[in-house]
């Protein structure tokens, strides 16, 4: 650990996912890289999540957020690729895809919307019959009426990936400040200059703000920001549970929920969505709703043994979207937070685009919907 006091090219406040990838690409074009983080590196959401790169499953439209997270998914095959070269760890990338089962009345029509929309727009989607599903997915329940396959839709371990980034960013000559809270950036003529922290003061000409949940602690020059911009935390219960045979290869949503089989025989099971601050709690009723939601897909996980439950924080904007690019007052100061349920998704494009706002000033992913000046002008600050 360098003293905190040292001089930067790049500061990066939070250490989750999104903030070791791009300290490790900035690292790699030879930038001296700092991260600083307020507890252990990635123990918050990026450790939580489920792993899921389901950004077709999960699509209501077609938008400029659909464009970004398939574009990310996409890369992803490459990425875990680079990750394995450079770490040694396999971040468990699967491509088996995706299934939506449709359960009930509701459940038809609102594939049905999905199936027509997304056809429309020439995605790579796939209806099953309920014996297509079977022949992929003995273990689903016989109420199943047909279902969604999303074959574009793919997976990894986001605790092994979280482990593999940051250890790539480490051996890529980032240092790490950990156990210290970045309490404010410093600015001068509208430029970027320091961080102040727990520790010490940072000097960085570029601070990345990667924060998550954390994001409402920012300051600049003492003032905080208006409560427009702030990240809401929302928990998320999960439950890991014994996988029988014969064991699922495919995510599978339905309405309620979802499962995700892990190598290794067991399955995650998720999840809630509460507003709760930041209590991150397990709780009877939320793990209780998750396995009824989970035997309603699979019945035969009635009898299986718990592995883990856990709970974790997501990053929530106002808009579901996340805060990417720069401050429209501030030079030197990016943002890279609320990525909310897609952190995970998001991390190789967020982690591309970053590094070349960095290093080029410009970035080959249009970024220009997902700017903070999107929100409430009266953010800005004079600097």
């Known amino acids: 650990m360098a003293p905190a006091s040292s001089q930067f090219d790049a500061a990066i406040i939070g250490g989750g996912v999104i903030g070791c990838t791009i300290a490790w690409r900035l690292s790699q074009a030879g930038m001296r890289v700092v991260v600083i983080e307020r507890g252990e590196i990635g123990q918050e959401a990026s450790w939580a999540a489920g792993g899921m790169l389901a950004p077709l499953a999960e699509a209501n439209?077609?938008?400029?957020?659909?464009?970004?997270?398939?574009?990310?998914?996409?890369m992803y095959g490459d990425f875990a690729r680079e990750l394995r070269e450079m770490t040694g760890i396999d971040i468990a990338y699967r491509t088996e895809g995706t299934l939506y089962l449709a359960l009930s009345d509701a459940d038809e029509e609102e594939l049905e919307h999905r199936w027509q929309w997304q056809c429309e727009a020439g995605l790579n989607i796939k209806k099953l019959n309920a014996d297509d599903v079977r022949n992929l997915e003995p273990a689903v329940t016989p109420t199943l009426r047909w279902a969604l396959?999303?074959?574009?839709?793919?997976?990894?371990?986001?605790?092994?990936?979280?482990?593999?980034?940051?250890?790539?960013?480490?051996?890529?000559?980032?240092?790490?400040?950990?156990?210290?809270?970045?309490?404010?950036?410093?600015?001068?003529?509208?430029?970027?200059?320091?961080?102040?922290?727990?520790?010490?003061?940072?000097?960085?000409?570029?601070?990345?703000?990667?924060?998550?949940?954390?994001?409402?602690?920012?300051?600049?020059?003492?003032?905080?920001?208006?409560?427009?911009?702030?990240v809401e935390p929302v928990r998320g219960q999960m439950i890991a549970l014994e996988m029988p045979e014969p064991r699922m290869q495919h995510v599978i949503y339905s309405s309620n929920?979802?499962?995700?089989?892990?190598?290794?025989?067991?399955?995650?099971?998720?999840?809630?969505?509460?507003?709760?601050?930041?209590?991150?709690?397990?709780?009877?009723?939320?793990?209780?709703?998750?396995?009824?939601?989970a035997i309603e897909i699979a019945p035969n996980l009635a009898a299986q043994s718990v592995r883990e439950t856990w709970a974790g924080l997501r990053p929530k904007t106002k808009d579901e979207w996340p805060i990417l690019g720069t401050d429209p007052g501030i030079k030197g100061l990016i943002y890279a937070t609320g990525h909310y349920r897609n952190g995970i998704l998001l991390t190789p494009l967020t982690g591309q685009a970053i590094s070349e706002l960095v290093t080029r000033g410009e970035s080959t992913v249009n970024l220009t919907p997902f700017n903070v000046a999107r929100f409430d002008q009266d953010l800005r600050r004079s600097a």
């Open 149 to 230: 396959r999303f074959p574009d839709d793919h997976q990894v371990d986001n605790r092994q990936l979280m482990v593999a980034v940051a250890a790539a960013a480490k051996k890529a000559s980032a240092t790490f400040l950990l156990h210290t809270e970045a309490h404010d950036i410093v600015s001068s003529n509208s430029q970027v200059s320091a961080i102040t922290t727990s520790q010490g003061t940072v000097q960085a000409d570029t601070v990345i703000f990667a924060a998550g949940c954390w994001s409402d602690s920012l300051t600049i020059n003492g003032t905080r920001v208006k409560n427009d911009f702030l």
């Open 61 to 74: 439209r077609a938008d400029a957020f659909l464009d970004l997270v398939i574009r990310s998914c996409a």
């Open 257 to 293: 929920g979802y499962l995700v089989p892990r190598h290794g025989g067991y399955v995650i099971a998720g999840s809630t969505t509460e507003k709760v601050g930041y209590d991150k709690r397990v709780t009877a009723s939320g793990i209780a709703s998750i396995i009824d939601h």
